[in-house]
C-alpha cells in the first residue's frame, strides 16, 4: 500500500485547509484499516487528527471536532481533510497513514502503530 498526501502549501488565516490523500495498492473500503490523517508542527510531536474506516465511519480528535471533516471518493480511492478557520498554529507537516482497524489505532499519536504512511506535506499558514 502506498499513499500520497496533494494540497495547497499555503493557506490563509481564517480559510479552510483542505489536503487529498490517494491511496494505492489497496482499496479504502477495506474493514481492515483505519484511513488517518496525522500532523506535525515545527518542534513538536505528531498529532493524530482523525481518521476514516472502510465502512465510512468517522472519528475526530475531540479538540477538533468543530472544524474538522474527512471524506472519501470510492471512485479515485481518496479520502480528504478539510480543516476549517485555520490559524497559524495549524503551520505543519500532514500526513496520511493507515493502521489496523482496531481500538489501538485510534487517536494514537505513535508512528510505529501505523502500517504504512504518505510522505507528508507542508503546510504553512500564513497572511
Known amino acids: 500500500v502506498q499513499l500520497q498526501e496533494s494540497g495547497p502549501g499555503l493557506v490563509k488565516p481564517s480559510q479552510t485547509l483542505s489536503l487529498t490523500c490517494t491511496v494505492f495498492?489497496?482499496?479504502?473500503?477495506?474493514?481492515?484499516?483505519?484511513w488517518t490523517w496525522i500532523r506535525q508542527p515545527p518542534g513538536k510531536g505528531l498529532e493524530w487528527m482523525g481518521a476514516?474506516?472502510?465502512?465510512?465511519?468517522?472519528y475526530y480528535k475531540p479538540s477538533l471536532k468543530s472544524r474538522i471533516s474527512i471524506s472519501r471518493d470510492t471512485s479515485k480511492n481518496q479520502f480528504t481533510l478539510q480543516l476549517s478557520t485555520v490559524t497559524p498554529e495549524n503551520t505543519a507537516m500532514y500526513y496520511c497513514?493507515?493502521?489496523?482497524?482496531?481500538?489501538?489505532?485510534?487517536?494514537?499519536?505513535?508512528?510505529?502503530?501505523?502500517?504504512?504512511w504518505g510522505q507528508g506535506t507542508q503546510v504553512t499558514v500564513s497572511s
Open positions: 495498492g489497496g482499496p479504502i473500503t477495506t474493514d481492515y484499516y483505519y
Open positions: 476514516i474506516a472502510g465502512s465510512g465511519s468517522t
Open positions: 497513514a493507515c493502521g489496523e482497524a482496531n481500538t489501538i489505532t485510534l487517536a494514537n499519536n505513535k508512528r510505529e502503530v501505523y502500517d504504512y
